[in-house]
């Protein structure tokens, strides 16, 4: 009880009375109202009525406050909540309650009333949703939350955008799209993917296209998901019953996406050698180096800044991985001689610099395409990432420290394995194998050549 308010309140049994006005509903304090109760940790709200409408009051938890009606029907108590008291002032809810209880005794259910209301709102508000407003919503959720990564909302802007694949779809009611308008899109992104590379005079396979495909389409069925959680009906269930996206699932039209099988053989390594040297974008050069002796993912080391290097511990910081997770391992003689070489030539703070919106270097692909055409070798950024795993693997080094250089999550029944921490120095031994395996594939001793 709040007993600095007990000349204006009486409790009748459970029953608490005062009048209800701003002023003493902001005074209501749940901690003061229960600390006398028998039991007050399992107390979850406690109602405190008004002295002039007996029939109004307000319900106070620990979190809000909101008011309530309450009428005896047939001998039960039927009790009402009209709004949070954020929302209306004591004396428009008064009114309120007044309403409520005049239609409550003329045997209206005024409770299944409301929950049709609240009900039919929410199925107009979701008619009325375009993918545009989803998508802005959805946004907003994830990122508030911190939910989603940069480059999987850039996915995301790419195709909900004015020059994005569902261009047209934009300012469609989200309701108004179905399974089969899903279906046919799907296939035209892919015959977009193939007409485009004609275009610019790239080879077109059986499979081009397929992943972008796929992918895309994912994304969009995760905005309807979205929406599936988001609004539902007064029973919880969802308005809208069906994802249109998995109307794909049903004909079993996903496209089907080999992994890749390409491999970096031994006698193509003192090729790659010798035209990284050779390539005129030497940033580009030292880029693939990186990648080729830390097995970095293309954007943990495009992303790479002078703070991020200390010289004088001879390690590389990565602050957030794929997994979210912060990586910091050392490096060895070759590749400190090309961080050395980039830090100099560092822009902006970042190592590799370029004119693009995140101002480094993300993927070259260009560059991976220019040098695997002057070899006759395709290799990816990936294929890098494979190769020093493979070579990690061919030198015994213990599966723990390969997955920790790497940065691989751990399985989540990997309870034990969760608590083993690789040192640095661990990795610092294994790292100056794998970069001596690779400098002799490369046909160099040393820094030098043979």
């Not at 004396?91 to 239609?103: L, T």
């Not at 610092?428 to 594939?441: F, M, T, Y």
Request: proline fraction near 3%; charged fraction near 35%; hydrophobic fraction near 35%.
């Amino acid at each position: 009880m709040l007993y600095s308010m007990k000349d204006a309140m009486k409790e009748s049994r459970a029953r608490i009375e005062t009048k209800l006005n701003r002023t003493a509903i902001d005074k209501l304090d749940f901690d003061e109202l229960v600390k006398n109760k028998a039991n007050p940790d399992k107390v979850r709200e406690v109602i405190v009525w008004d002295t002039l409408s007996t029939r109004f009051g307000v319900r106070v938890c620990r979190s809000k406050k909101s008011y309530v009606c309450q009428k005896s029907i047939n001998g039960k108590n039927v009790r009402v909540t009209i709004a949070s008291i954020d929302e209306k002032t004591p004396e428009q809810a008064r009114k309120i309650a007044d309403e409520y209880i005049g239609r409550m005794a003329t045997g209206e259910n005024i409770r299944e009333t409301l929950k049709k209301g609240e009900a039919t709102k929410v199925a107009l508000k979701s008619k009325e949703i375009t993918l545009k407003k989803l998508f802005q919503k959805f946004r907003h959720f994830k990122v508030e939350r911190g939910k989603i990564k940069d480059s999987t909302l850039r996915e995301y802007e790419r195709s909900i955008s004015t020059k994005g694949v569902f261009s047209d779809w934009l300012d469609k009611p989200i309701n108004d799209i179905t399974g089969d308008m899903a279906l046919n899109r799907h296939l035209k992104i892919k015959k977009d993917v193939i007409k485009n590379r004609k275009k610019n005079g790239l080879e077109v396979a059986d499979s081009t296209g397929n992943a972008e495909a796929n992918l895309t389409m994912r994304l969009l069925r995760s905005l309807f998901n979205f929406h599936k959680k988001q609004f539902k009906d007064s029973s919880g269930k969802p308005l809208l019953s069906y994802n249109p996206v998995e109307h794909i699932t049903d004909m079993e039209a996903w496209f089907e996406v080999e992994p890749r099988q390409s491999q970096i053989e031994d006698h193509h390594y003192p090729k790659i050698y010798q035209e990284l040297l050779d390539y005129e974008r030497s940033k580009y050069s030292d880029f693939i180096f990186t990648l080729w002796l830390t097995g970095f993912r293309s954007v943990e080391a495009g992303g790479l800044q002078t703070k991020h290097i200390d010289f004088e511990a001879k390690t590389i910081f990565v602050p957030e991985t794929k997994n979210g997770k912060s990586l910091k391992i050392p490096y060895c003689d070759f590749l400190e001689k090309v961080l050395r070489r980039r830090v100099k030539k560092a822009k902006n703070g970042y190592l590799f610099p370029a004119h693009n919106k995140e101002g480094h270097v993300k993927y070259a692909r260009k560059a991976f395409q220019e040098i695997s055409e002057a070899v006759g070798v395709e290799f990816t950024a990936h294929d890098l990432r494979r190769e020093f795993s493979t070579v990690a693997e061919s030198l015994d080094i213990p599966k723990k420290t390969r997955k920790s250089m790497m940065n691989h999550s751990e399985p989540s029944g990997d309870v034990t394995d969760r608590y083993v921490k690789v040192k640095v120095r661990r990795m610092r031994g294994a790292l100056e194998d794998i970069e001596a395996e690779i400098l002799n594939l490369w046909g160099v001793n040393n820094g030098k050549e043979k």
